[in-house]
């Protein structure tokens, strides 16, 4: 089997996982469903659930151990002459068009965590995690150091502005361009946070 065939497989495996989690905790809430009933709705062993998901709560939440990473990759990988703030809303508009192409996960993702404080929770902490390796990214970006204000701040604003967008695409029941909020919160953010008038 070839490392692509493996991967896709792999890919594909962690995804009928996460679904399915979702699936059933939408259907009977979160302290309802077991690990095991994950399993065998996503058609896998037990076993199998905890070669990539640690507990149920990570299957629900989808939450891939290398995504904060590729983020901080990505923000990496943008152009020397562009700004922190300008890389990280180019990439959070780039992962917000790959996230609307999702129209089914996403929205049913959002309405099962949002209905669980436990789901919340999971998440800030894993947002949190992830903001450390973003912004050592900025810090290099920025000439400061991973433990200065402005990397950090930077880093921890630019989650609140996806959750924004995405707490707004929620509200218009998943109608509005996602990619389009994402892009209306850094612009504000941008802007420094003018006052509505």
Request: no cysteine; net charge negative.
């Amino acid at each position: 089997m070839t490392s692509g065939l493996r991967d896709r497989k792999k890919a594909a495996t962690r995804r009928a996982l996460h679904v399915a989690a979702l699936e059933l905790v939408a259907e009977r809430g979160l302290d309802a469903v077991s690990v095991d009933e994950i399993a065998t709705a996503a058609d896998v062993s037990p076993r199998t659930f905890f070669n990539y998901f640690p507990t149920k709560d990570d299957a629900v939440l989808g939450l891939d151990p290398d995504e904060s990473g590729s983020v901080a990759a990505a923000v990496a990988a943008r152009p020397g002459d562009e700004t922190p703030v300008e890389a990280l809303r180019a990439v959070a508009v780039e992962r917000a068009a790959v996230m609307a192409r999702d129209g089914e996960l996403w929205p049913l993702r959002m309405r099962v965590v949002d209905a669980s404080p436990v789901l919340l929770a999971h998440l800030a902490a894993a947002f949190g995690r992830g903001d450390h390796e973003v912004a050592a990214v900025l810090a290099a970006r920025s000439g400061t150091g991973p433990q200065d204000l402005y990397p950090l701040l930077l880093a921890g604003v630019s989650g609140v502005a996806m959750r924004t967008a995405l707490h707004r695409w929620l509200a218009t029941d998943f109608t509005a361009s996602l990619p389009d909020l994402v892009d209306e919160a850094w612009g504000v953010l941008a802007a420094g946070l003018p006052a509505p008038r």
